[in-house]
């Protein structure tokens, strides 16, 4: 593993780049989308273990922070979906800049599934696209963080802390633009651009997964739904617990990376999502 700091100097993002470390090396990489600062500590094995795999499968793999979370540069409070897309595709050139790597693919978890595929949607080229516990409707997200903090709340022993921020959730900055953006979501509205091929993988059988994936079948898009049972955060009551200690879900998806053929037709080099000239007021 090596860790480093990537994209502008401005705007410094935080990485773990895991080298391919099979023989010989494929000329395919992986960028892996954490889930939003809510779930992110708890996936944190879990995508290690998934890098480790994917790593091991000859893939070079970059798992980062996006900007104003984890080690990377910025203020949370400056965090958005939109700003995290972007920083997909600053992941994205990173890769293939420090690997050569051609053909990229996407694998986002819960909010970070969100992130990649609207990263996707705004032209970003990637071999394929895995969707792992996606958030499909941003209120019910919204929702279930909302009612794990009230059941935390509820069971301490002692006095609420009253010095805890009102634009906090699950202790990490919530400000009304952020719910505002989040509670939005909705990916069965959504495009996902044209990966080459789409993975949906869920530890349950959540009637949105197979809303979202007969959505994007009717309009064109391959997307394949597989039911894993595994540990996942999309039912909630794992905020007390620090780890999600999922182990067939990440089987399932070096699998579905193994399965991909070793010629396929021509991806384009992926090209970084251009920056925007000005922020909106939403994220402020």
């Known amino acids: 593993m090596l860790p480093r700091f990537f994209g ?17 090396a494929r000329r395919d990489g992986v960028v892996l989308c954490y889930p939003g600062p809510q779930e992110y500590r708890q996936a944190h094995w879990a995508y290690r273990r998934l890098a480790a795999l994917l ?33 997909v595709g600053t992941a994205v050139q990173e890769l293939q800049d420090v690997a050569g790597v051609r053909r990229v693919a996407l694998v986002g978890m819960r909010l970070g599934a969100v992130v990649a595929v609207r990263a996707c949607a705004a032209g970003l080229a990637v071999s394929d696209l895995v969707l792992w516990d ?11 963080l909302d009612a794990e903090q009230a059941a935390g709340l509820g069971d301490r022993a002692y006095p609420e802390d009253d010095r805890r921020g009102v634009d906090e959730l699950l202790g990490y900055v919530m400000t ?8 939005a979501l909705d ?17 349950d059988s959540g009637p949105e997964y197979a809303e979202l994936g007969g959505v994007w079948a009717a309009r064109g898009v391959a997307c394949e739904v597989r039911h894993v049972a595994d540990a996942t955060l999309a039912r909630g009551g794992h905020w007390a617990s620090d780890t999600l200690v999922a182990r067939h879900i990440p089987g399932a998806i070096d699998a ?16 970084p999502i251009a920056r925007r000239t000005a922020e909106p007021p939403a994220h402020v």
Do not use: I, K
């Open 187 to 203: 990916l069965t509205a959504e495009g996902c651009g044209a990966p080459g091929r789409v993975l949906l993988v869920a530890a």
């Open 176 to 183: 009304p633009a952020m719910r505002a953006e989040t509670g």
């Open 8 to 24: 502008d100097a401005g705007r410094q993002l935080f990485g773990v780049y895991h080298p391919a470390s099979a023989t010989p």
């Open 55 to 87: 790593a091991a499968r000859g893939m070079h793999v970059l798992r980062f922070d996006y900007g104003g979370t984890g080690d990377s540069a910025g203020e949370a409070a400056e965090g958005s979906v939109t700003r995290w897309v972007e920083d």
């Open 134 to 144: 996606p958030v499909v409707r941003g209120a019910e997200y919204l929702a279930g």
């Open 256 to 271: 579905f990376f193994a399965e991909r053929p070793a010629e396929r037709a021509a991806v384009q080099r992926a090209q």
